[in-house]
């Protein structure tokens, strides 16, 4: 495929005049010929002046020395060296830097871009760098340097992935430049043999647009999508720029009638503002013809409107609701609650009485700036602050959220296979939910997250003592999966003891519950194979096996300086007949002598130790129910057991059977002789119809 070929026009360029379409940035717009000029592809007339007037566009009082400086040091070290392409190789890292100013980039971080390929490829050392423009400069140069020595590809070493992230996750610059990189790269792509043009394209998709998703970058994310979309997808592609064509050929345009409507209702309401049309790029225009079927002129792009402040987006929405017929499903508001990228925008759509639909986006000047440049238009989002006494020391990467997100992940997984797994399923993940806190707090969770997550979201690893859930006041169990805008309150246990259950990973989607239940795990390997009669439940259960856990006063070991421990599979109480085994850490497990794993630990070879009930009565036992189905019954069980005296420790609800629901509640109490009457309690709340102990199963059962 040429390169051509894998460079689509905007479709604001295909569609017509600028006095109609306003198309979003275009990082093409001064592309291979404003650098180059029409000089000999060996002469670079004032190359270094079209990255200078961008960036002046949106700094106009930066320091300009250090990008003077910087070309001519990468100008001189790239000498002589060619792309495949044919050009000098000094092209590449000026367009690069160029795409990075035309979105906004700060001065350090053009200057490292024009920079980034110098000390891989030619003479200039990390220290040389350093000397010459700081330790900022040099910091970000070598974090790009080690992203080029990342096999992005289905056989990468995800030990290789996680020490990149390792190295540059901690300065969001580094993946801005390196995104910049392969946008160019993509673009002068047809020089390539096809199947190498695949690979890279496939990597591109998997990895890096959602990494420029995940960073706001709709600018580079839009281009990348569509270059992709041509080397994978040829025939569709060149399908939609044929639609694209034929509706830039219509003499109407009924997107910017509407957009001329648009502006004299809020011209009547006194409302500055500005009014544009954005053309949808291809993959968008690709989509929504597959949504909906043949495409009608106001499909190929939507309304932008633009104003000063917050309170105007508001203003205009209700103008617009009013005057024209909205259509009140394809609301959304991301002002206020943003997109975890840092996008911010209203949504809604209006309807013609011919039945054609325009989107709108209504936002001001500069969330549009960060919807097309996310956190390149932060400037240096690690600058300290005028009133911060960290005096230029490096500051925590707190921006964006999900990059930060990403680092913990990275520290926390128990294996590098772990995260890489964890990270790739989060990437493919392209739409969130919202949910509310009690607190009125809210958590961000991609689609199909469940209370699992949502703890682990609130909660870090504490989420491990969570027992249960409410979500819209009714209790729930924490495999519930949430929907956007619900409202989940989490219940807490008290148990320092408290663990995860495996089956939480069934459950879990977000990479801080999943890697924190797996840590979890790797690091008590006993608890992760469960013992015959064993219900995991999807609440915490006891320590496991291995784990050192605080002594049990209840409890007389027959081994000096041991301390016991309840079985998790059994929960015997007082009066049970009992033993022991010891495990590592000084540890001894109380079993009922009935119990399906003393015959299997006395089978292999395992020595009982002796124990007895000691003096005091405080007992931990698992109770099964089984009840019928109806409103309110779980919170009518559980007040009945906490006024018995009963602290739940973990419960499990099943699914209902033919209206016949089972339940499993762990508890703790004070006494031992409580225990009958808990279960009386039980069983007299309407719709329980048995209550008893959890029997452990026999050998063979």
Same mark, same amino acid.
């Given at each position: 495929?040429?390169? &051509? ?68 040091? @990468? ?23 160029? #795409? ?5 980039? &700060? ?15 030619? =003479? ?22 080690? +992203? ?16 990149? +992230?390792?190295?540059?996750?901690? =300065? ?8 910049? =990189? ?22 591109? !998709? ?19 999508? =569509? ?74 792009? !939507? ?54 639909v325009a989107e709108v986006l209504i936002r001001t000047h500069q969330m549009h700036k960060v919807a097309e440049a996310g956190v390149i238009a932060l400037g240096n989002p690690y600058a300290p602050a005028a009133d911060d006494p960290a005096d230029g020391e490096r500051v925590d990467p707190t921006k964006p959220g999900w990059l930060s997100r990403l680092l913990d992940w990275q520290e926390a997984a128990p294996d590098p296979d772990t995260f890489w797994s964890t990270l790739r399923e989060d990437l493919a993940q392209d739409r969130e939910i919202t949910v509310f806190r009690p607190d009125g707090g809210t958590l961000g969770l991609p689609e199909g997250a469940t209370c699992v997550d949502a703890a682990y979201a609130q909660y870090g690893e504490d989420a491990h003592a969570c027992i249960g859930a409410r979500v819209n006041g009714r209790l ?176 499990? #609800? ?18 031992? @002789? ?28």
């Open positions: 495929m040429s390169a &051509e070929a894998t460079n689509p026009a905007t479709p604001g360029s295909v569609a017509g005049p600028a006095a109609r379409w306003r198309a979003r940035i275009d990082l093409r717009r001064l592309g291979r010929a404003a650098l180059l000029g029409p000089a000999a592809r060996d002469r670079l007339p004032d190359a270094i002046g079209h990255v200078v007037d961008a960036h002046r566009a949106h700094h106009p009082n930066a320091d300009l020395d250090p990008l003077r400086r910087a070309y001519v040091l @990468a100008e001189s070290s790239h000498r002589g060296q060619m792309r495949k392409s044919g050009e000098p190789y000094i092209t590449h890292p000026l367009a690069v830097t160029l #795409i990075l100013a035309e979105l906004g980039a &700060e001065t350090t971080t053009l200057t490292a871009s024009l920079l980034h390929d110098t000390v891989e490829d030619t =003479d200039v050392t990390l220290d040389q760098v350093g000397e010459q423009f700081g330790e900022e400069v040099r910091y970000l140069v070598d974090g790009v340097t080690k +992203l080029e020595k990342v096999d992005y590809g289905a056989a990468a070493e995800p030990e290789t992935f996680r020490k990149m +992230l390792v190295a540059t996750g901690s =300065d969001v610059r580094v993946m801005s430049i390196k995104l910049a =990189d392969r946008l160019h790269n993509m673009r002068t792509l047809g020089v390539m043999r096809p199947e190498k043009q695949a690979r890279i394209a496939k990597v591109t !998709r998997d990895v890096l647009i959602p990494l420029a998703e995940r960073l706001g970058v709709q600018a580079l994310k839009t281009e990348l999508e =569509d270059l992709v979309f041509a080397i994978l997808h040829p025939e569709e592609y060149e399908h939609t720029r044929e639609l694209i064509v034929d509706n830039a050929s219509r003499a109407d345009d009924p997107l910017a009638e509407i957009a001329d409507e648009v502006r004299g209702h809020l011209r009547e309401a006194d409302i500055q503002a500005e009014v544009l049309i954005r053309p949808r790029h291809f993959v968008s225009v690709h989509r929504v013809s597959r949504k909906r079927g043949e495409l009608r002129g106001a499909d190929f792009g !939507r309304l932008l409107v633009l104003v000063n402040e917050d309170a105007d987006c508001y203003g205009v929405l209700g103008e617009l609701h009013t005057c024209m017929t909205p259509v009140v499903s394809e609301f959304k508001d991301f002002i206020a609650v943003p997109k975890f990228n840092l996008y911010q925008s209203l949504h809604t759509a209006v309807a013609r009485a011919d039945g054609q729930a169990t924490l495999s519930t999966v949430l929907k956007d805008g619900d409202t989940v309150q989490l219940l807490m246990g008290q148990d320092p003891a408290s663990e995860p259950s495996r089956e939480w990973l069934e459950h879990a989607h977000t990479p801080a519950a999943r890697i924190a239940i797996q840590r979890w795990l790797a690091t008590h390997p006993e608890a992760d194979a469960p013992q015959e009669g064993d219900r995991r439940s999807a609440a915490p259960r006891p320590a496991p096996e291995g784990a050192v856990a605080p002594p049990t006063p209840d409890v007389v070991v027959d081994q000096p300086g041991a301390t016991a421990r309840l079985a998790g599979c059994c929960t015997p109480v007082p009066p049970d007949e009992v033993t022991g085994f010891a495990v590592r850490g000084g540890v001894v497990t109380v079993h009922r002598v009935e119990c399906a794993a003393v015959a299997r630990m006395k089978s292999g070879g395992r020595a009982e130790v002796g124990v007895r009930w000691g003096d005091t009565s405080e007992c931990r036992v698992t109770l099964l129910a089984e009840s019928f189905g109806r409103p309110h019954l779980l919170a009518d069980l559980t007040e009945a057991m906490a006024a018995e005296g009963a602290e739940i420790v973990s419960a499990t #609800i099943e699914p209902p059977d033919r209206q016949r629901v089972k339940h499993s509640y762990t508890v703790t109490l004070p006494d031992a @002789a409580l225990l009958p009457g808990l279960m009386r309690a039980m069983r007299n709340v309407p719709g329980v119809y048995d209550v008893s102990r959890a029997q452990p199963q026999t050998p063979g059962a």
